[in-house]
Structures are given as structure tokens and as C-alpha cells.
């Protein structure tokens, strides 16, 4: 059975740093992408990238390029997405989600909270 | 970029209608096009892929039509679990998701 799991809820403080995690199972984690989508609070999704976890090729989007930083250790079946300094306005779920034809198979999501 | 636009945003009906959402993509897509289904506090879930291509496990009332820019997505007959947020999302050049079309009852 194809699962990605994703870590735990977060809280942050402005400013601060941080790393989430998906880890796929069930499948060849090696030969398909793994792109990261947002969806704010009471609002819709958002590509932001993706990596190809064989060789970390990792695309962004415009809107997300230099904001995150999307990486993958293929040894562990692992994606992650990171911050280096949150801002309140990164409140938001983030998913991982595997692109086939769509995305077929999602995570759980991981709420990230960012509060002064 | 390529931009989606879903219409309309919000739509009231009740169960037992036909229900249509459409999608604009702001250039050709050709067939890559997936629709998606999220209830509140549940991650989206895949309906239909390559405009038309129902995924396993769909019901048959949701299906899919279209190509280039113009796309819609079909509930033959709504029934109580269908409530929900509807994206439509481009795969042609990388991927975008319409801002969403919630069905609500009427």
C-alpha cells in the first residue's frame, strides 16, 4: 500500500527555523516525484515544488523559489521542506503528495503554526 | 505561468441535482487536467485525471470533459457526500490549481 507520512504538528515563533518530513512507503520511492503543495488557512491548494528523490532534481515555483528549500535523502525514503525564518504569514497546511497523472496519493498534511 | 479559473466559486444545491463546475485554463492544457474532492479538515482526493480519466474507486455520477482550455466536471446526481471543495488543477506545465468551487446545500 502506497503511504506518505507526513511529521507532526508544528509552533513556531517568527523568525525561527524549520523542517517537516514525508516519508513514502509502499512503492519505488526512487522513481517518482514528490512535490509539496500549501493550502492556507480557509483558503486553496498551492504547488510550491517538487524533487525527483533519485537524483534531488527540485524544481519551485515562482512563488515559492527562495522562500523554502525542498530536499530528499532517498536512503531513508524522505522529503522534507524547510524554513529558514518563518514568518506568521507560513501559517498554513502543508502537503506532500506523489504527481503521477494529478496527484495520486497524499499526506496527512502538517499544520505549521507561526505565532509571536 | 498558466492560470486556472473555476467557476462559479460557490454553487447551493441539493441532493438529487446535476451539478457542473468548469475550468478555464489561461492557455492550451491539451488533456492535463485532474479534478479534485476535499472536505473540511481532509486531505484533497484525486476523482479524475487526463480530463476524463475517472480514478479507481470513483463513483460513476462524477465525470469529466473537455480539452485546450475549456474543462468541466459533472455530479449526475448529488448526493449527501459530495459536499465539499472541488479544485481542478493543470499538469501541462508544471502544475496549478484552480482557487476552488465549493458545493453547499441548498
Known amino acids: 500500500e502506497v503511504q506518505l507520512v507526513q511529521s507532526g504538528a508544528e509552533v513556531k515563533k517568527p523568525g525561527e527555523s524549520l523542517k517537516i518530513s514525508c516519508k513514502g512507503s509502499g512503492y519505488d520511492f526512487t522513481k517518482y516525484w514528490i512535490a509539496w503543495v500549501r493550502q492556507m488557512p480557509g483558503k486553496g491548494l498551492e504547488w510550491m515544488g517538487i524533487?525527483?528523490?533519485?537524483?534531488?532534481?527540485?524544481k519551485y515555483s515562482p512563488s515559492f523559489q527562495g522562500q523554502v528549500t525542498i530536499s530528499a535523502d532517498k536512503s531513508i525514503t524522505t522529503a522534507y521542506l524547510q524554513w529558514r525564518s518563518l514568518k506568521a504569514s507560513d501559517t498554513a497546511i502543508y502537503y506532500c503528495?506523489?504527481?503521477?497523472?494529478?496527484?495520486?496519493?497524499w499526506g496527512q498534511g502538517t499544520l505549521v503554526t507561526v505565532s509571536s | 505561468d498558466i492560470q486556472m479559473t473555476q467557476s462559479p466559486s460557490t454553487l447551493s444545491a441539493s441532493v438529487g441535482d446535476r451539478v457542473t463546475i468548469t475550468c478555464r485554463a489561461s492557455?492550451?492544457?491539451?488533456?492535463?487536467l485532474a479534478w479534485y474532492q476535499q472536505k473540511p479538515g481532509k486531505t484533497p482526493k484525486l476523482l479524475i485525471y487526463?480530463?476524463?480519466t475517472l480514478q479507481t474507486g470513483v463513483p460513476s455520477r462524477f465525470s469529466g470533459t473537455g480539452s485546450g482550455t475549456e474543462f468541466t466536471l459533472t455530479i449526475s446526481s448529488l448526493q449527501p457526500d459530495d459536499f465539499a471543495t472541488y479544485y481542478c488543477?493543470?499538469?501541462?506545465?508544471?502544475?496549478?490549481f484552480g482557487q476552488g468551487t465549493k458545493v453547499e446545500i441548498k
Open positions: 503528495a506523489r504527481p503521477s497523472d494529478g496527484f495520486d496519493y
Open positions: 487526463k480530463a476524463s
Open positions: 524533487i525527483y528523490p533519485s537524483d534531488s532534481d527540485t
Open positions: 492557455q492550451s492544457i491539451d488533456i492535463w
Open positions: 488543477q493543470q499538469y501541462d506545465d508544471y502544475w496549478t
